[in-house]
């Protein structure tokens, strides 16, 4: 049906509106027949994201791609381009070999990307892979059906009972915050990291704020007052020297130790 209230209010696209719509009726019939996306218009088509090289860590991903190529063919900073989901089919690898170490794993799936179009049909038949600049056909590319087809059985960690087996209400999780850890502005790039292939650099890190380090010194302080160093070292894993250190301030804890020591400093208390 048509949305109830104009989509500019809602702040959806139309697709979006009725994607929902479907998932929302499916659950409110009965809750045991799966929604049929297939029924949606173009959800046949490929799914693509745009994507620009907006750090030196992204842009690096296509130094093999640029190398050799014409100044007008590499791509350059903050170039718009379109992101795809390649999908593992076998056929379209059946002469590759698996190396004996890696008997049990999968191969690598490609990196899809495409110069930016409109048409996201004319970019699909563009597409090719940024590490090894092979070509990859339309076919081997995620449609929205193909990566969108059971988001009616994602799971919602942020709640309590908001697994995709439960049904009704949800509540809200207590959440304890262990560390405050400062980042760049634009530091996960999760969306392009998901669909382009995962870089640790391209997330800015500047660390701890020092007084999340004081804080957890202090608490650790008082606590070796009150129990034995071994039981605070079998909690949290660390060693008793690592944490005598710590205690004393001999020694900077990681982000991971910090984390460690608060998970077992609730514990004991």
């Known amino acids: 049906p048509r949305p109830a209230i104009s989509l500019d209010e809602m702040g959806v696209e139309r697709w979006q509106h009725d994607f929902w719509h479907l998932i929302i009726q499916s659950e409110l019939w009965d809750g045991k027949a799966r929604p049929d996306f297939s029924i949606l218009p173009s959800f046949n088509r490929p799914a693509a994201s745009r994507y620009a090289a ?34 593992r089919l076998m056929e379209w690898e059946p002469e590759k070999e698996v190396a004996p170490r890696s ?16 048409d996201i049909s004319v970019a699909a038949r563009n597409c090719f892979d940024r590490e090894t600049d092979a070509r990859i056909p339309p076919e081997q ?29 949800t509540k809200r999780r207590h959440v304890v915050v262990t560390e405050v850890r400062n980042i760049g ?21 500047y660390g701890s704020a020092p007084q999340e380090e004081r ?16 039981a605070i070292a079998e909690a949290s894993g660390l ?21 460690k020591l608060n998970r077992a400093l609730d514990q004991l208390s």
């Open 215 to 230: 804080q957890v010194c202090a608490r650790l302080q008082e606590a070796m007052e009150r129990h034995r160093v071994t």
């Open 103 to 118: 008997r049990n794993r999968l191969p690598d799936l490609p990196r899809a990307v495409a110069p930016y179009h409109k």
């Open 141 to 169: 590319l995620k449609t929205f059906l193909d990566a969108l087809g059971r988001y009616d059985l994602h799971p919602e960690p942020k709640f309590l009972f908001g697994d995709y087996r439960d049904r009704g209400a």
């Open 185 to 205: 502005k634009e530091a996960n790039r999760w969306e392009e990291q998901f669909y382009l292939g995962a870089e640790p650099e391209a997330q800015i890190v």
């Open 239 to 259: 060693s008793r020297k690592h944490i005598y250190a710590i205690a004393k301030r001999k020694t900077r804890p990681s982000a991971e130790a910090l984390n």
């Open 54 to 87: 907006t750090t030196p860590h992204l842009l690096r991903w296509f130094k093999a791609y640029n190398e050799g190529k014409l100044r007008a063919k590499q791509v350059w900073p903050f170039n718009f381009m379109l992101a795809f989901q390649a999908k």
